[in-house]
């Protein structure tokens, strides 16, 4: 069982807006950045967000996080069929240290 | 750009210790105010973070495996390397080798090795 709360799956249609959440504490989301990786069937994850809302050079601007107390989401617009993959979330625990959520898989139907 | 690469046993064997190191290319393991560690993922599930090893020597390790856990450089090879003592059947998983520039902003990662556990 995961320290970080994410929902196993989403799904949308090709340019669809996709939502993922990701719940946590005030001892892990609430008192640090939140972080996003993508990972793509069979590959190693690739950051995707850090720093709550900040994207690598090379990540599409369709990818944006946020983050409001002990939650934050990533939000993808205009989805494509190359966005079906695993999402996890990732911050440091105060108490645990580096935690991750369970992941979420997205079905780009 | 950092490449990193893991290599070690495929196949370790319950009780024995598992060894796995990582080499990075295309820079130094000495850059400043950058950490090195390593993230698990057993078959078919979510990602593990194991722990990390700043510039300076300083180490961080997951509670739930601190006893087990070492992580330690070696500058003269460019390498770092990871131990996990007493491997059951739980501690199966691919292992990744990551880089970055907290111990949870991982921006550079291996393409990750699978460690099984077997007698």
């Known amino acids: 069982q995961s320290v970080l709360t994410q929902p196993p799956s989403a799904s949308g249609t090709p340019g669809q807006r996709v939502t993922i959440s990701c719940s946590g504490s005030s001892s892990n989301i609430g008192s640090n950045y939140v972080y996003w990786y993508q990972q793509l069937p069979g590959t190693a994850p690739k950051l995707l967000i850090y720093k709550n809302n900040q994207r690598p050079s090379g990540v599409p601007d369709r990818f944006s996080g946020s983050k409001s107390g002990t939650s934050a989401s990533l939000a993808i617009s205009g989805l494509r069929s190359e966005d079906e993959a695993d999402y996890y979330c990732a911050t440091w625990d105060d108490i645990l240290s580096g935690v991750f959520g369970g992941g979420t898989k997205l079905t780009v139907l | 750009q950092l490449q990193l690469q893991e290599s070690g046993p495929g196949l370790v064997k319950p009780s024995e210790t598992l060894s796995l190191t990582c080499t990075v290319s295309?820079?130094?393991?000495?850059?400043?105010?950058?950490?090195w560690g390593w993230i698990r993922q057993p078959p078919g599930k979510g990602l593990e973070w194991i722990g990390n090893?700043?510039?300076?020597?300083?180490?961080y390790y997951n509670p739930s495996l601190k006893s087990r856990v070492t992580i330690s450089v070696d500058t003269s090879k460019n390498q770092f390397s990871l131990k996990v003592n007493s491997v059951t059947a739980a501690d199966t998983a691919v292992y990744f080798c990551?880089?970055?520039?907290?111990?949870?902003?991982?921006?550079?990662w291996g393409q990750g090795t699978l460690v099984t556990v077997s007698s």
């Open positions: 090893i700043y510039y300076s020597g300083s180490t």
């Open positions: 990551v880089g970055g520039a907290t111990q949870i902003w991982l921006d550079n």
């Open positions: 295309g820079g130094s393991i000495s850059r400043n105010s950058y950490y």
